[in-house]
């Protein structure tokens, strides 16, 4: 139901920012998660920028997150912009690379991740980035339906800058 969900957004949606949040929303709403967020890198700085978010979005407040070489660059949400490949982390509060953000997700109850590359025009411009409630959540099949909707999302970005190049 998320797939198809999101996948009507796509064709809907004529804005980026617009499918950001819808993504979010269905994740959270009907994925079950606890939240979901989407991260831009900003290319002269390595900083990932939250653009959208549903859930339990408290967590993010003041988080910091890049993809420099530093701690809060080796997260699951900077390897995956990094590495161009998805990072699931199926138990985030005993991973050491998830040391900066796990007090913050202990209190906000978050305990599996996943984040899942985002590309327009074959550059990793960022990641989608979801959480479960419960510890080992992610399993090969529900990455697999991840990694297509990544897809997914990444054309549609495609197609909005091809869209925008034709008006």
């Known amino acids: 139901s998320v797939l198809s969900a ?3 957004a796509i064709v809907h949606t004529g804005d980026r920012d617009a499918l950001f949040r819808d993504f979010c929303r269905v994740a959270v709403r009907l994925g079950g998660f606890r939240l979901a967020w989407v991260g831009l890198v900003d290319p002269e700085t390595g900083a990932v920028n939250i653009v959208a978010a549903d859930g339990e979005t408290a967590y993010l407040d003041g988080i910091r997150a890049s993809v ?3 701690p809060e660059g080796m997260g699951p949400t900077g ?3 990094r590495e161009g490949r998805s990072y699931i982390c199926n138990d985030f509060l005993s991973t050491s690379i998830t040391k900066p953000w796990q007090g913050r ?3 906000h109850g ?8 985002i590309r327009n025009d074959q550059q990793v411009i960022g990641a989608l980035t979801l959480y479960a409630a419960e510890k080992a959540f992610f399993d090969a099949q529900q990455v697999e339906l991840l990694e297509r909707l990544g897809d997914d999302v990444s054309f549609a970005l495609d197609n909005l800058v091809l869209k925008d190049r034709v008006r």
């Open 79 to 81: 390897t995956t912009i």
């Open 68 to 70: 420099n070489q530093e």
């Open 105 to 107: 997700a202990r209190a």
């Open 6 to 8: 999101i996948n009507h």
């Open 110 to 117: 978050l305990f599996s991740s996943a984040s899942i590359a």
